[in-house]
């Protein structure tokens, strides 16, 4: 993992309200106390728990995300919440291209990429995912799927900016089902990302891009995820929502140790 610093962000989806945000919040930050160095956390709760959340976190080595923006800074979008509000509400990440997101909301690339673009205007780091179907990695078209989604983003951009995104690669057969990708092929996927990257801004602005995974990450199989040298970090769902698991996640055993 060269000298990335680690991420493990917990996306709560559509899970916990505001009161259990809070509880869960501070009981994160009295077992987070010793935070080992080498690894930053990162919690995404539903909007309306984000700045109660941000609160309890203020201060603590663990930043809030959103899940979710909208590419413009105000207007008229019903139900939609802006970059900025995001900032005001104590988030300094954001989710977007979540599949379920582009499954369930029908988001596509050029939208995913406007939303990118909107974060990074405000200052706000986007954690960008991207991920195949079982379908399309049963007919082979993982690599390029997902060198289209990458470049949607990716494309016509300059290296400072590239570096402020962190992509996670979430396979969807791996997410909520419990059928984790092997470290292998999760290692082959980040390989390719970060060749891709290496191809378009050159080796040190790749070496530099931090690329997650996510998909069905637990306390039993991160530690061999984190082994691989291509691994930064995980994007964990259902995981994230229990205090104990999400906590020995966080303290993966880290190569270096
Ligand atoms: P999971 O979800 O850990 O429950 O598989 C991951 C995600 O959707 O980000």
Not at 21 to 35: G, H, I, P, W
Not at 80 to 97: D, N, R
Request: proline share 6%.
């Amino acid at each position: 993992m060269t000298s990335r610093k680690a991420l493990i962000a917990g996306n709560w989806k559509m899970f916990k309200t505001i009161p259990e945000a809070v509880d869960f919040a501070t009981a994160l930050r009295k077992a987070l106390t010793s935070l080992p160095p080498h690894v930053e956390v990162v919690v995404a709760p539903p909007s309306v728990a984000l700045l109660p959340t941000a609160q309890v976190l203020e201060s603590a080595p663990i930043a809030v995300s959103g899940q979710n923006v909208y590419p413009a800074n105000e207007g008229a979008f019903t139900g939609e919440i802006s970059p900025t509000m995001l900032k005001a509400a104590g988030c300094s990440y954001c989710i977007v291209g979540h599949s379920e997101r582009r499954q369930y909301f029908h988001e596509t690339d050029a939208f995913v990429r406007e939303k990118v673009d909107a974060l990074l205007a405000e200052g706000i780091t986007p954690i960008f995912c991207i991920g195949e179907s079982l379908a399309q990695r049963q007919a082979n078209e993982t690599f390029s799927l997902l060198s289209t989604q990458l470049n949607a983003t990716f494309a016509n951009r300059d290296r400072e900016q590239a570096e402020q995104i962190v992509i996670a690669y979430e396979p969807i057969w791996a997410i909520g089902t419990g059928h984790t990708a092997t470290p292998a092929q999760a290692q082959e996927v980040h390989a390719f990302l970060r060749q891709q990257l290496d191809h378009s801004f050159g080796a040190d602005t790749a070496q530099r891009i931090r690329i997650l995974y996510g998909g069905s990450v637990k306390p039993d199989n991160i530690d061999d995820l984190m082994k691989q040298p291509d691994i930064d970090g995980a994007l964990v769902g259902g995981a994230s929502l229990k205090l104990d698991s999400f906590v020995r996640i966080v303290s993966f055993q880290s190569p270096a140790a």
